[in-house]
């Protein structure tokens, strides 16, 4: 039976899309709603509200965690539902920038606290472990496509509706939201002995700081916050003031990002079945550092047209989808099934963290400064993580050959099917002598070696988990596992 076929999953499921692209929508029409109240100042106003959202992510999310197993969760969940819609509602009535700072404030809490109470109720209605592990990449995907699809639809919403409109819509959105809650049958939580909020962050990141793809995944989100910065605090100025566009033209302009963002999202599924997810990431990291690198000589330059504003977007778009769409899998195909919640939620914090350094950046310097040292700054950053992703996530792994004589393999696929990963025997590979030597160090996987007592049962079992954890065994020479087809 699928996940959707499970009632409360899917009405609660789509309560969490429809809030999040709420919250998204809501991030577009703040931005215009900052221009008309700051005029040029509206880049470090946007800065300023888009920074308390993500102290309110990166502060109140694991407090939120901590205690969802001590509330009521439904009634909580359309509480924080209902307060989000009448902030959004009460937005296009500011008259000063403070009343934005401080509606901003309370609705990204009610936000941030409603992402870690739905993780927490999902597994008590997927109880199913392989289904579990599916929902909770189903929830990864729909954050994912929030943060890339939501400036497309508010771009289309704009040409015909004004951004006071727009707060109505998301407004109406989290009603519906709140009303999907309520149809969903969610038990009262019982306290558990389940790790806190704080430990199960701090325990993902220990497994980012020794896994090589996830330290990988590190220095890409700095990458993917530089560039996004300037697209989403920079944009609404550099149309306005410096184009002399109007707010159709904003819109048109987060569409051609979204335009290549949604493209790039369609075409990667299948290339990610041919190519490793760390070619196409990093790769998404050089498409950034070039759409960033053409947007500083743009402004630099006073070269900047409509025109080509759009296709730096578009090449800023491609890029971020490049890194953000695969994440999820290099995530789940690093960490073992029970580690995935604090790998998550590791990769929720450290992500906006990223965007906690770059918003400022993009808004206070930009007005402050100017858009091209801002924007300078940015791609600095973009260029410090994309050094840092290619060095901690290296293309090959170092093995030992059975003579002791060391040798490296290139990284071609991420990491083997889990299910499937069964190669012949090592008895079998020694008398055929298609045998090659296990990797002493992963380039996906964790880099601390597994116990000599996994593999003396059964070396066919071993030989797979070793495979499907991406670790190694020592034992003072390499294993010899089979290269199958060799």
Not at 107 to 131: K, R
Not at 229 to 240: A, E, G, L
Not at 285 to 312: H, K, R
Request: with cysteine; charged share 15%.
């Amino acid at each position: 039976m699928g996940l959707l076929a499970l009632r409360d999953f899917r009405h609660l499921f789509g309560a969490q899309v429809i809030a999040l692209f709420g919250t998204g929508l809501a991030t577009v029409a703040l931005g215009l709603l900052a221009y008309e109240l700051a005029g040029p100042d509206a880049g470090a106003v946007l800065a300023t509200a888009l920074t308390i959202k993500m102290l309110m992510y990166v502060l109140i999310a694991p407090v939120a965690a901590a205690y969802a197993d001590r509330l009521p969760r439904r009634l909580f969940l359309t509480l924080l539902d209902v307060v989000r819609a009448a902030v959004v509602l009460a937005l296009p009535f500011v008259t000063e920038t403070w009343h934005i700072y401080l509606l901003v404030g309370l609705l990204q809490a009610a936000s941030a606290a409603f992402t870690p109470t739905f993780q927490a109720v999902v597994p008590d209605i997927v109880t199913d472990d392989a289904q579990y592990t599916r929902a909770l990449s189903a929830s990864q995907v729909a954050y994912t496509m929030e943060s890339l699809l939501s400036p497309v639809v508010a771009a289309v919403a704009l040409l015909f509706l004004t951004f006071d409109r727009l707060f109505l819509g998301t407004s109406i959105g989290f009603v519906i939201s709140a009303l999907l809650v309520l149809s969903t049958r969610i038990p009262n939580a019982a306290a558990t002995g389940r790790a806190g909020a704080w430990d199960r962050v701090a325990s993902g990141i220990r497994g980012f700081v020794r896994t090589p793809a996830l330290r990988g995944v590190m220095g890409l989100n700095l990458v993917v916050a530089a560039a996004g910065s300037i697209v989403v605090v920079n944009t609404v100025n550099h149309v306005r003031d410096g184009l002399g566009g109007t707010q159709t033209d904003v819109a048109w302009m987060l569409a051609a990002s979204g335009g290549g963002t949604l493209t790039i999202a369609l075409l990667l599924p299948r290339v990610l079945d041919r190519i490793s997810e760390r070619v196409v990431m990093t790769t998404g990291a050089g498409v950034l550092l070039v759409g960033v690198g053409a947007a500083v000589a743009m402004t630099t330059t006073q070269l900047a047209s409509a025109a080509v504003t759009a296709a730096i977007w578009v090449v800023i778009g491609a890029g971020m989808a490049l890194i953000v769409t695969p994440t999820g899998r290099v995530i789940r195909s690093s960490t073992p099934a029970q580690g995935m919640p604090a790998a998550f939620a590791a990769q929720f914090s450290l992500s906006h963290s990223a965007w906690l350094v770059t918003y400022p950046i993009a808004g206070w310097l930009g007005t402050s400064l100017g858009l091209g040292v801002a924007w300078s700054l940015l791609a600095a950053l973009a260029v410090a993580g994309t050094i840092i992703a290619v060095i901690v996530w290296p293309s090959t792994v170092a093995v030992r050959e059975c003579g002791g004589v060391a040798r490296r393999v290139r990284h071609r696929r991420h990491a083997p099917n889990r299910s499937t990963a069964r190669p012949p025997s090592t008895a079998k590979a020694r008398a055929t002598g298609r045998a090659r030597c296990e990797p002493l160090a992963s380039a996906h996987g964790n880099d601390r070696a597994r116990p000599r007592s996994a593999r003396t049962r059964d070396p066919r079992r071993a030989s797979a988990r070793r495979l499907a954890v991406g670790g190694a065994d020592r034992t003072g020479g390499a294993h010899v596992v089979a290269r199958p087809g060799t």
